[in-house]
């Protein structure tokens, strides 16, 4: 799915979204922050956009990216470290989130400034809470995801 999705693509923009301090809501960043040191690529954008992906829209329009990946720890029922691609637009992009805005309401801004296709990876966080750790299962996802997409986005 991941590959069909990137097909033709000239311009990512990865943007990975979550707390680094809550646990398995570090999933985004963590797979922003290492695909940033394995994916060198005027090609390819790769935000951290911490909690508040709605701040780096500016940024996101003026890269003018053909595909837009959303990466985040969503809590869609799975069991803890499942991963999901899905429609950020569709029920995904509504669920619960630590976050402010609602990924669907981002997009739909985003589809209103820019011409791109936009996909979210998302991963079934295990534990939250303040201060806790990465759960295994999620770690584990994370690193997985990071293969995937360092061999997908070789361009």
Same mark, same amino acid.
């Given at each position: 799915?991941?590959?069909?999705?990137?097909?033709?693509?000239?311009?990512?923009? $990865?943007?990975?979204?979550?707390?680094?301090?809550?646990?398995?809501?570090?999933?985004?960043?963590?797979?922003?922050?290492?695909?940033?040191?394995?994916?060198?690529?005027?090609?390819?954008? $790769?935000?951290?956009?911490?909690?508040?992906?709605?701040?780096?829209?500016?940024?996101?329009?003026?890269?003018?990216?053909?595909?837009?990946?959303?990466?985040?720890?969503?809590?869609?029922?799975?069991?803890?470290?499942?991963?999901?691609?899905?429609?950020?637009?569709?029920? =995904?992009?509504?669920?619960?989130?630590?976050?402010?805005?609602?990924?669907?309401?981002? !997009?739909?801004?985003?589809?209103?400034?820019?011409?791109?296709?936009?996909?979210?990876?998302?991963?079934?966080?295990?534990?939250?809470?303040?201060? !806790?750790?990465?759960?295994?299962?999620?770690?584990?996802?994370?690193?997985? =995801?990071?293969?995937?997409?360092?061999?997908?986005?070789?361009?």
């Amino acid at each position: 799915m991941l590959e069909d999705f990137l097909q033709g693509a000239k311009k990512v923009v $990865i943007c990975g979204i979550g707390n680094e301090v809550r646990g398995d809501d570090a999933f985004g960043i963590i797979v922003a922050e290492e695909l940033k040191n394995r994916l060198k690529s005027e090609k390819i954008v $790769i935000l951290n956009c911490g909690e508040v992906p709605e701040s780096y829209v500016g940024k996101i329009i003026n890269e003018k990216p053909t595909h837009v990946i959303f990466i985040d720890a969503v809590d869609f029922g799975g069991k803890p470290g499942e991963v999901v691609i899905a429609d950020p637009e569709g029920t =995904l992009g509504e669920s619960f989130s630590t976050h402010k805005l609602p990924l669907k309401l981002l !997009v739909g801004y985003l589809k209103q400034n820019i011409n791109a296709k936009f996909i979210l990876i998302g991963c079934q966080p295990k534990q939250l809470g303040l201060f !806790v750790e990465m759960s295994e299962e999620v770690k584990q996802s994370a690193e997985k =995801l990071i293969e995937i997409l360092a061999q997908e986005l070789e361009f």
